[in-house]
């Protein structure tokens, strides 16, 4: 019912920025929540940062203070800034989406995005 994209992934240094995007399609009734995840070889997927269509916003400890999320509710779309990257931020980052309540758990949300890579070198 929701199909949702990813871009903005690719290759940079460390201490560069980088800006993901993710747009859904569908069925985006609202309320809704649209987060981030990402998952790096050999570990398990991870909350980053989550938003919802009325305000509320989490972040995982990681990444308080350097990354950022934001959203277009006309365009169904969810914005992570990521400033300030390092290496330990390399993965394949994912975009999720879940109806309601902002949740950090991955099994609550049920549509995700194929993902997108984000690689950081030292």
């Known amino acids: 019912q929701v199909q949702l994209g990813e871009s903005g992934g690719g290759l940079v240094e460390a201490g560069d920025s980088l800006t993901l995007s993710c747009a859904a399609s569908g069925d985006t009734f609202r309320p809704y929540t649209m987060s981030w995840f990402r998952q790096a070889p050999g570990k398990e997927r991870e909350f980053v940062s989550g938003?919802?269509?009325?305000?509320?916003?989490a972040y995982a400890d990681s990444v308080k203070g350097r990354f950022t999320i934001s959203r277009d509710n006309a365009k169904n779309t969810v914005y992570l800034q990521m400033n300030s990257l390092k290496p330990e931020d390399t993965a394949v980052y994912y975009c999720a989406f879940k109806r309601g309540l902002l949740s950090r758990t991955q099994s609550n949300y049920g549509y995700w995005g194929q993902g997108t890579q984000v690689t950081v070198s030292s």
């Open positions: 938003s919802t269509w009325s305000g509320g916003i």
